[in-house]
C-alpha cells in the first residue's frame, strides 16, 4: 500500500523567510508525487508533481519540490514567502488502479500562516 | 469553461435525511471522483467512475451511493444521513490516462455538508 505522511499540521513562517514544508512517503514501486494547495473555502490546485523525470521538480508560485529516494522524502519549498501563501498544502501519492485511473491517496496537510 | 462545478455549496441535513449531492464538468473528462475532508484527515476517496455508466468504490464508501448516468454528471447520494457524514466533499475530474503517463485531477470548490 501507498501512503505519505506530512511532519507538522501547522508550520508559520514570517513573510519572505524560507518556506519548507515535509512529505515523506511510502511506496513498493517508484511512485507518482504531488503537492496541491487548498485556499481558504476553495477547492484544491495542483502546485507541482513528480514523475520520475527530474528529481527537482518546479511549480507554480515560485514553489519546488525534490525528490529524494534515499530518504523517501518529497518535501516543498519556497525561497521566500507572500502572505498569499498561507493556505493548506497537501502532498499526495498516486497509484494505477485496476481499471487503469489514477487514485490519489492525500496527506494529512499542513496549514501555512504567513507572518506580516 | 466552468471546470468542474459542485451543487449545492452548503446544505444542513438532518439524521435519517436523504440528498444528491451534484457534480458537473465540462472538460468532457472521463473519470471523475468524490471525496470527503475531514480536519486532521486529508481527502479520503469515496467513490469513482471511469465512464459513463461505471463506478467503483474508493476507500470510505458506507454509506454512500453514485450515479454516472451522463459523462459529464456524477451524483453522490446519502440515504439516510448520520453525523459522521459531516463533512467537506469535494469532486474531482481527470482525463483518461494514456499508457505511461498520469493525468492531473481537477477539483471542484466543495460542498459542505452538516448533520445534525
Redesign the interface.
Known amino acids: 500500500a501507498q501512503s505519505v505522511t506530512q511532519l507538522g499540521?501547522h508550520v508559520s513562517v514570517s513573510e519572505g523567510a524560507l518556506v519548507l514544508l515535509r512529505c515523506n512517503y511510502s511506496s513498493s514501486v517508484p511512485p507518482?508525487l504531488f503537492w496541491y494547495v487548498q485556499y481558504p473555502?476553495?477547492?484544491?490546485?495542483?502546485l507541482l508533481?513528480y514523475?520520475s523525470a527530474a528529481t527537482l521538480v518546479k511549480g507554480i508560485n515560485g514553489f519546488e519540490a525534490e525528490f529524494k529516494k534515499s530518504e523517501t522524502s518529497f518535501h516543498l519549498t519556497k525561497p521566500s514567502a507572500h502572505m498569499s501563501d498561507a493556505a493548506e498544502y497537501?502532498c499526495a501519492v498516486?497509484r494505477?488502479?485496476s481499471?487503469?485511473?489514477?487514485?490519489?491517496t492525500?496527506?494529512?496537510?499542513t496549514r501555512l500562516t504567513i507572518i506580516p | 469553461n466552468a471546470g468542474v462545478t459542485q451543487t449545492p455549496k452548503f446544505r444542513v441535513l438532518k439524521t435519517g435525511q436523504s440528498m444528491t449531492l451534484l457534480c458537473a464538468q465540462d472538460m468532457n473528462h472521463e473519470y471523475m471522483y468524490w471525496y470527503r475532508q475531514d480536519p486532521g484527515m486529508g481527502l479520503r476517496l469515496i467513490h469513482y467512475s471511469v465512464g459513463e455508466g461505471t463506478t467503483a468504490k474508493g476507500e470510505v464508501p458506507d454509506g454512500y451511493n453514485v450515479s454516472r448516468l451522463k459523462k459529464q454528471n456524477f451524483l453522490l447520494g446519502l440515504e439516510s444521513a448520520a453525523p459522521s457524514q459531516t463533512s467537506v466533499y469535494f469532486c474531482a475530474s481527470s482525463p483518461q490516462r494514456l499508457a505511461g503517463g498520469y493525468n492531473e485531477q481537477f477539483f471542484g470548490p466543495g460542498t459542505r455538508l452538516t448533520v445534525l
Open positions: 499540521s507518482y473555502n476553495q477547492g484544491l490546485q495542483l508533481k514523475t497537501f498516486s494505477i488502479a481499471f487503469g485511473n489514477e487514485k490519489l492525500f496527506g494529512t496537510g
